[in-house]
């Protein structure tokens, strides 16, 4: 790799990365805003290939529902 394309990647990766600690930021912003109404440790897990993924737009809390804790002597435990 040369000097001309070292100085390039730097840009690009300098870039990027100041995008992820801007959507970070909004997204703490968000969350202080629009508290979560899970239990904590939820876990919500999307495929990285899933189509959710593609529109930008798209709203998750659409598809997002409320998981309910098992409660003890369930008989499904």
Do not use: T
């Not at 690009?12 to 899970?38: G, H, T």
């Not at 495929?47 to 798209?58: A, N």
Request: charged share 40%.
């Amino acid at each position: 790799m040369n000097k001309e394309q070292k100085k390039e990647m730097d840009k690009v990766l300098s870039k990027l990365s100041a995008e992820i600690e801007a959507e970070a930021i909004q997204m703490r912003l968000d969350y202080e805003n629009n508290p979560s109404n899970m239990d904590s440790g939820s876990v919500i897990e999307i495929h990285q290939d899933s189509d959710l993924l593609i529109d930008e737009e798209f709203d998750l809390h659409d598809v997002a529902y409320e998981i309910k804790r098992k409660e003890k002597g369930d008989k499904n435990e």
